[in-house]
């Protein structure tokens, strides 16, 4: 059991260094799938051992072996947590279907948080498959199909609202579509719980961010990181959180 979870992480990884390369290509506009790996900033071709993931980074020490740039931390980040994420996935023992589904949505929730906390911007190419996946699964749950499309309503008609009254101000467009995703993933009412997350996360984020003079009341700060982390925190421990929190009355 142990050398398969091994081999579960080992994947893992490896999805992730490919969420990578989709993750720069998306704001390079080079083809995801035509082009070999190569340095970002000498365009050196990277070599079968320089694309081991995490270890290349550090026996390399986190810098390019021709130009000796540094390496973003990005790169051996995004491929453990994938490791971990799918670790967590099958650890909570789904079906068959909803072990597939929840690796496939995961891999475009990384992406979107990834993308959007460096660039401040969620992209249709990515978030309108997901939410287009995510409610064909739902069509799978005869029984629950209900609550995950009133939950995928619910949440995005919130954020749409914020963006409506604030014209924008507070909320972005990108905002409405992860929160629409957020229902057709979650269902009710756990919708409900990872949005209470996400902005608890957010606010104590922005306090630390402010403390240490990082951003001002000014700054924009992209909530979309947070609603992805919540998500995944609610779709693991979800029924776990809301029995702590009833149990607190």
């Known amino acids: 059991m142990v050398l398969f979870y091994i081999l579960i992480f080992a994947f893992g990884t490896i999805i992730g260094s ?4 989709v993750i720069y ?4 506009k080079e083809s995801i799938l035509k082009n070999r790996s190569h340095c970002p900033f000498c365009n050196k071709r990277l070599t079968w051992y320089e694309l081991i993931p995490i270890i290349s980074f550090f026996i390399q020490i986190g810098r390019c072996r021709g130009c000796r740039k540094k390496i973003s931390w990005q790169y051996p980040l995004v491929e453990f ?16 279907l909803g072990t597939c589904f929840l690796l496939l949505v995961s891999c475009f929730l990384i992406i979107i948080f990834v993308y959007d906390l460096k660039h401040y911007l969620v992209v249709d190419i990515i978030i309108y498959p997901a939410i287009i996946i995510s409610f064909l699964y739902c069509l799978s749950e005869v029984s ?6 009133l939950a995928s309503i619910i949440a995005g008609g919130f954020f749409l609202a914020i963006v409506l009254i604030s014209k924008g101000k507070w909320m972005g467009t990108g905002d409405i579509k992860i ?21 608890l996360f957010g606010a104590f984020v922005s306090i ?12 924009e700060i992209p909530f979309g990181p947070f609603l992805v982390f919540a998500t995944f925190v609610v779709m693991f ?13």
Do not use: C
């Open 208 to 219: 630390i961010l402010l403390a240490f003079k990082k951003k001002t009341l000014q700054s």
């Open 144 to 149: 629950m199909i209900i609550d995950y499309i």
């Open 18 to 21: 490919f969420l990578n390369v």
């Open 237 to 249: 421990w979800g029924e776990a959180l809301l029995n702590w929190y009833l149990n607190l009355f």
């Open 81 to 96: 947590f994938t490791g971990i994420i799918f670790l967590l996935v099958f650890f909570f023992q789904y079906s068959l």
């Open 25 to 28: 290509r998306l704001n390079t």
């Open 179 to 199: 929160g629409v995703l957020m229902g057709l993933v979650l269902g009710m009412p756990w919708v409900f719980v990872a949005l209470s997350l996400a902005f």
